[in-house]
């Protein structure tokens, strides 16, 4: 079955540090870029970060630039995404969702994980 | 860079058609024909339904379609359906620095 399987959320004190996996199944993991999105409580859904199938391209949003790190290990079809400094306002479900470079759009999400950054 | 506009909510009748649209701006909508739509069940994995601003993607119902009009996207739903009660997002490709932006989705309700 296609399919992404996020793991590694939960609480974390304001400051913290929580590192996210996604397991991907299904497809040939290598030839996709691999993406994070997310939607906080009530709000829309959010980019967070790209990267390229080799690793050699990542993109952040803003907000987490310098805090959050996204990397790969394509032997393992996953995906993973470090975040540090965390923030009440980094509290979302994370969702791990594959990229179609190039044309921009994501044709395959997960269910998610939820982050909840509080003290 | 400001997310997309969509507007709130929008209702409609079993077996009605409903509009939802996407406003962006000059640096998103309205120089890429990179629009894609979502429809996401609170739980659940949000799923493709329209990429390149008007494609379906592979057995999708054909109850769902794309357009785009200058800065502004749109989704159309047909023949409405229970099931098709849910939160729609719109995203449009932003450029190099920015990547992909979200709208602030749109709640749809079967009435």
């Known amino acids: 079955e296609v399919q992404l399987v996020e793991s590694g959320g939960g609480l974390v004190q304001p400051g913290g540090s929580l590192r996210l996996s996604c397991v991907a199944s299904g497809f040939n993991f290598r030839s996709y870029w691999m993406s994070w999105v997310r939607q906080a409580p009530g709000k829309g859904l959010e980019w967070v970060a790209n990267?390229?199938?080799?690793?050699?391209?990542?993109d952040y949003v803003d907000s987490v630039k310098g805090r959050f790190t996204i990397s790969r290990d394509n032997a393992k079809n996953s995906l993973y995404v470090q975040m540090n400094s965390l923030r009440a306002e980094d509290t979302a479900v994370y969702y791990c969702a594959r990229l179609r470079g190039g044309v921009w759009h994501f044709d395959l999400w997960g269910r998610g994980t939820l982050v909840t950054v509080s003290s | 860079q400001s997310a997309l506009t969509q507007s709130a909510s929008v209702s409609g009748s079993p077996g009605q058609s409903i509009t939802i649209s996407c406003t962006g701006t000059?640096?998103?909508?309205?120089?890429?024909?990179?629009v894609s739509w979502y429809q996401h069940h609170p739980g659940k994995a949000p799923k493709l339904l329209i990429y390149e601003a008007d494609k379906r993607p592979s057995g999708l119902s054909n109850r769902f379609s794309g357009s785009k009009s200058g800065s502004t996207a749109s989704l159309t739903i047909s023949g409405l359906q229970a099931e098709d009660e849910a939160d729609y997002y719109c995203?449009?490709?932003?450029?190099?620095?920015?990547?992909?932006?979200f709208g602030g989705g749109t709640k749809l309700t079967v009435l």
């Open positions: 000059s640096s998103d909508i309205g120089t890429y024909n990179l």
């Open positions: 990267m390229r199938q080799d690793g050699g391209e990542k």
């Open positions: 995203c449009s490709y932003a450029g190099y620095s920015t990547s992909v932006i």
